[in-house]
């Protein structure tokens, strides 16, 4: 069965850097596209940012210019490097992954998330 795990989340102050990992497993031969989404207190989730099997990334707006999507040192890890952290960054992070490829490949995983905390 397909299995994600975070890792990575703290408590930093502002400006401070994180990385959170996502690293799947289980899911066969199927390829995957990854999405990091978040959800702060009061807040709706929100998507933040992705990275395709082929590579191509994406990110939202509010976190374009400091936070980078990348392929870990093996395939089934993606790490977000998140940079000058702000105080409005602070939720619960998520890793989903979008499962592709052959016939039978067809599904949607979310993690169990990732807590950042970031203080002014």
């Known amino acids: 069965q397909v299995r994600l795990e975070e890792s990575g989340g703290g408590s930093v102050q502002a400006g401070g850097s994180l990385r959170l990992s996502c690293t799947a497993s289980g899911y066969g031969t199927c390829s995957y596209d990854t999405k990091w989404y978040r959800q702060g207190p009061g807040k709706e989730r929100e998507f933040v940012s992705a990275?395709?099997?082929?590579?191509?990334?994406s990110y939202a707006d509010s976190v374009k210019g400091r936070f980078t999507i990348s392929r870990g040192s093996t395939k089934n890890t993606i790490n977000l490097q998140m940079n000058s952290l702000k105080p409005e960054d602070s939720a619960m992070y998520y890793c989903?992954?979008?499962?592709?490829?052959?016939?039978?490949?067809?599904?949607?995983?979310w993690g169990q998330g990732t807590q950042v905390t970031v203080s002014s």
């Open positions: 989903k992954i979008d499962t592709k490829g052959y016939y039978y490949c067809s599904g949607s995983f």
């Open positions: 990275i395709r099997s082929d590579d191509l990334t």
